[in-house]
């Protein structure tokens, strides 16, 4: 959805390097998320944000820390990135909850 | 535990035929049900929705059915064309916490051939 941008769309970095990966919406909605996709997998909620002020621990936030900068902007920040780490990450956006609309994705390579 | 699961990682069907794409739940609570669609290098997209007091509802060439009693749910694609080929994810709507947090299956594959 072209009213989700998500940058970069790749990345490669070297374990224990700090990366950020920004979300950006023109959709107005409130709340944003971060999800990891990995293959073989569904996608699993790392960490959302239901207002500026709120942030909330997704089932997999270990590792991670995010930031509401603003209500159309959500990053994610792996402070000391890992192999395991390696995955597809999508952002989204919702109104009051339910329906969610995703960004492209970032790829992202831990060697 | 609670869980969305996919019965079939991989459905083959022939262009212009019907597919079912099937999906089970386990959390009773859950109330509301998502359809996405994900093409190749792109993120989810938004198919249909369904909630947990409707049986069925129907889109442009997609039905999603509701099936409460066994807890299933099911995605149908009408007359299937080559651009329906993707990854479909079936998401449940998990109350609780006063949140709405959406949990995915791990997918299905559609392939079509021509």
């Known amino acids: 959805d072209a009213d989700v941008t998500q940058t970069p769309r790749n990345r490669i970095t070297k374990t224990g390097k700090r990366i950020m990966l920004e979300c950006s919406q023109t959709?107005?909605?409130?709340?944003m998320y971060w999800y990891r996709q990995d293959p073989g997998l569904g996608l699993r909620l790392i960490y959302y944000s239901f207002d500026v002020k709120d942030i909330n621990k997704g089932e997999i936030s270990d590792g991670y820390s995010v930031s509401r900068q603003a209500q159309a902007k959500f990053s994610l920040s792996l402070e000391s990135a890992i192999p395991n780490q390696t995955a597809l990450y999508f952002c989204?956006?919702?109104?009051?909850?339910?329906?969610?609309?995703f960004g492209p994705g970032t790829r992202l390579l831990v060697l | 535990g609670e869980s969305v699961g996919l019965h079939l990682p991989t459905l083959s069907v022939q262009e212009g035929d019907n597919s079912i794409i099937n999906c089970a739940y386990s959390?009773?609570?859950?109330?509301?049900f998502i359809w996405y669609k994900q093409e190749s290098g792109k993120g989810p997209q938004f198919i249909i929705d369904?909630?947990?007091?409707?049986d069925k509802r129907q889109g442009q060439r997609v039905t999603v059915l509701l099936n409460k009693t066994v807890k299933h749910l099911s995605l149908q694609i009408a007359a299937t064309q080559p651009g329906d080929s993707a990854v479909y994810f079936c998401?449940?709507?998990?109350?609780?916490?006063?949140?709405?947090?959406?949990?995915f299956g791990s997918g299905t594959r559609l392939l079509v051939r021509p």
């Open positions: 959709k107005g909605h409130d709340r």
């Open positions: 959390n009773s609570a859950s109330d509301y």
């Open positions: 998401a449940e709507n998990k109350r609780g916490d006063s949140s709405y947090k959406l949990i």
């Open positions: 369904i909630r947990s007091n409707m």
């Open positions: 989204a956006t919702s109104e009051r909850g339910e329906t969610q609309y």
